[in-house]
């Protein structure tokens, strides 16, 4: 399962690094001559953006080591419930690209904490520029370069780790400091390779099923498809049941069970944490807005609705390949595999034919450096526009902006070179993609809170905002650190799980509240203290943004983009309920 690449591998490998790295030249060669070279441009691309290169970036930044190694993890530990994430995104960007990006563009908003000032005031600005600095380097870009070397170095027989993580990050590195209209335009060819090698590592995933498991002379991958749901039923449901809270050995079914409802707590996810996950993600994020706030807004609502559209197809390439892992291991055919579940994709790459497995590792490689590469240039915007040319240097000229914006990407990317060496964080134990949902989820509900609040209601305040954003970092650590101890496993708000899990060769025994939950509540009593403070305050906040109708009235064309992604939609809910 673990062998060397062949020379067709490498071949197919060395062919998507000359294109990505000549066509980013091209782009800033022609970039220089028309000498655009302003700070807006290096961190926002500004104007030069099609409707494609948008949304193709956006999908290129959002999917990578965190969905191809950890969502297939959790497809081979849970099944198509973490799909979820990827399907209700698809509803969350068509209300970005109706209600949120109109705010942002009238009132020429280019980073999260200029929104931030301009709405409420310097500090709240500020506080959450350090935070969003913390959040994206020591839980994003750690994740997604720890995540990506293990999965790769795991595909070229181990021992390469290190030496992985360096070139994922000279690579990202090489495209970044071309700046926005680099990265956005070398993210569509990123997108295609991820599109092609993730569809073909599916179509042969299923082939294999068919092969293994069957006994067919030549697999076919409907036939694959339909072993797996005859093989893993409980793989294919949307909703999980919830279980007995009793405490269980990890030797029992439930506990497994439980374990599994912890990270998607049934149709309790639709009505707390997933719509904070995925608005706070698509609509609050610098990382992803960065994108849209240097379009006009046809544009920008075209390309995040074309993104919308691609996220459809995502669980497929991303989460299906888990699945036929969980198969194989069940059946026994993926010798040497442990079954952890971060595993699952690399097992999957180790059976494909050379040549094909090259182009999976290109398409893995190309989401991973697309990811970085949009990571790190939202770092350097926030550090240079958001905190250094405001606190530390106001007099700092373009090119000086433009150089403080290189540096920062730079040690941006020691930083997290030197937390992932020897996974610090514990990435590798917590799983990747539960890593990530779960400590962006302790800053999600008060920031969702301040922005919703702050775009749509007029007589939010300052004050409510800094209350709002502390208390919804309290309450998160209180409802997944104390909230049991004090109030018990079952309650009128929550309901606590009991389970045993092995990591480190330690058997340890957690009790916990779904931290998709936690987020709920935290997001709730926030936006009423919020409130209840700005009630206290004028009737209307000098600093609220004008609002009027015709911000959000749409074209024929948007309206049908929009039912099309929501009809689709619809049906893979009835489908897999």
């Not at 965190?66 to 068509?94: D, H, K, P, R, T």
């Not at 912890?262 to 608005?279: E, K, R, S």
């Amino acid at each position: 399962m673990k062998e060397n690449l062949a020379w067709q591998d490498i071949l197919v490998f060395f062919i998507y690094f000359v294109v990505v790295a000549s066509y980013g030249y091209w782009v800033y060669s022609k970039k220089k001559k028309a000498s655009v070279s302003a700070s807006h441009d290096y961190f926002l691309a500004e104007g030069s953006l099609t409707w494609w290169a948008i949304g193709a970036s956006l999908i290129a930044s959002n999917i990578s080591a965190e969905q191809f190694i950890g969502m297939s993890g959790e497809g081979f530990f849970v099944g198509v419930a973490v799909a979820a994430y990827e399907w209700i995104a698809a509803v969350a960007l068509i209300i970005v690209a109706v209600w949120f990006i109109p705010v942002y563009l009238k009132n020429k908003i280019y980073t999260m904490p200029q929104f931030l000032n301009r709405r409420y005031n310097p500090t709240v600005s500020l506080i959450m520029a350090v935070f969003w600095l913390l959040l994206y380097i020591f839980v994003n870009l750690t994740s997604i370069l720890y995540l990506g070397s293990v999965a790769i170095d795991a595909l070229l027989g181990g021992g390469y780790l290190h030496i992985i993580m360096i070139v994922l990050l000279l690579m990202a590195l090489v495209i970044t400091l071309g700046g926005m209209k680099v990265i956005g335009f070398t993210d569509v060819i990123q997108v295609g390779v991820l599109i092609l090698g993730g569809l073909a590592t599916v179509y042969m995933a299923l082939q294999i099923v068919d092969v293994r498991i069957n006994g067919a002379a030549s697999g076919n991958a409907i036939t694959g498809f339909k072993t797996l749901m005859a093989q893993a039923p409980e793989h294919f449901k949307l909703m999980l049941s919830k279980p007995a809270v009793t405490t269980t050995t990890i030797d029992h079914p439930r506990n497994l069970d439980v374990q599994k409802y912890v990270v998607l707590p049934g149709i309790a996810m639709y009505f707390a944490g997933q719509w904070i996950v995925n608005l706070n993600y698509w609509g609050c994020n610098q990382y992803i807005t960065q994108r849209a706030l240097g379009a006009d807004m046809q544009t920008a609502r075209t390309g995040i609705l074309f993104a919308g559209f691609l996220k459809l197809l995502m669980p497929i390439i991303v989460m299906l390949p888990g699945i036929a892992a969980y198969v194989l291991y069940k059946n026994n055919h993926l010798p040497g595999f442990s079954g952890v579940k971060d595993g699952a994709y690399s097992a999957i790459l180790g059976f494909l034919p050379s040549g094909l497995k090259g182009l999976a590792i290109a398409a893995l490689t190309a989401a991973i450096v697309a990811s970085l590469a949009g990571k790190v240039n939202s770092i350097a915007t926030i550090w240079t526009l958001d905190v250094h040319k405001k606190y530390l240097n106001k007099s700092l000229t373009e090119i000086q902006t433009v150089r403080i914006g290189r540096w920062a990407v730079i040690l941006a990317m020691l930083i997290a070179l030197l937390f992932t060496w020897t996974d610090v964080l514990g990435i590798g134990g917590e799983g990747g993609f539960t890593f990530i949902q779960k400590y962006t989820g302790f800053i999600s509900p008060g920031v969702f809170a301040m922005f919703l609040l702050g775009m749509f209601w007029k007589r939010t305040t300052g004050t409510a905002a800094l209350v709002g954003v502390i208390l919804g970092f309290v309450l998160a650590i209180f409802f997944n650190n104390y909230a049991v101890d004090l109030f018990g496993k079952e309650t009128w708000l929550y309901t606590a799980f009991t389970y045993q899990k092995m990591e480190g060769g330690v058997l340890h025994t957690i009790t916990e509240i779904p931290f998709l939950i936690n987020m709920g509540w935290s997001f709730f009593f926030t936006v009423l203290v919020m409130i209840a403070v700005s009630l206290a305050g004028p009737k209307e906040n000098p600093n609220a943004f004008e609002i009027d109708r015709s911000m959000f009235r749409l074209q024929p064309q948007t309206i049908v983009l929009i039912v099309i992604t929501l009809m689709i939609l619809a049906a893979l809910y009835v489908r897999f309920w």
